[in-house]
């Protein structure tokens, strides 16, 4: 089938804590993520950054430190077990783990819902998007 089409999915499940893919990337098992227009134009081949296929949706993601790469254990940011907040350059939120640098990365408090942080992340990016753009136009909002 064509982008976006469900003819050719495929439904894998997993059993196991992936590996960190390079020495710097922190394995983050995935408690919420977004799904959002960025996921939808990406998931359909469109969008201004084209998507490799096999794609999984989910930009921003909140979830719990599972293992670490050697060089990210040795920077000492980040402890097995620490909950995290990432907004992922390449999606796999939607995913139950993802491997992703740990510069991507930001403690979260134990009091914060899953669900509260990761929509905190999109619209503060929205926010943040905003702000960049009027500066650019010459908004009197930003001087």
Do not use: W
């Amino acid at each position: 089938g064509e982008n976006g089409q469900t003819d050719n999915l495929v439904i894998r499940a997993m059993y196991f804590v992936p590996k960190p893919k390079s020495p710097d990337h922190v394995v983050v098992r995935i408690e919420a993520s977004t799904v959002t227009a960025r996921d939808v134009t990406a998931c359909r081949g469109l969008g201004l950054k084209k998507m490799t296929l096999p794609f999984v949706p989910g930009f921003e993601l909140v979830g719990t430190v599972q293992a670490m790469g050697e060089h990210a254990k040795i920077e000492g940011f980040f402890q097995d077990g620490d909950r995290v907040a990432c907004i992922s350059n390449f999606g796999g939120g939607n995913s139950r783990f993802i491997s992703i640098p740990a510069s991507r990365l930001i403690k979260i408090p134990d009091t914060v819902k899953s669900t509260h942080a990761v929509c905190m992340l999109h619209d503060y990016m929205a926010a943040l998007k905003a702000l960049r753009l009027s500066r650019r136009n010459g908004s009197p909002f930003t001087g």
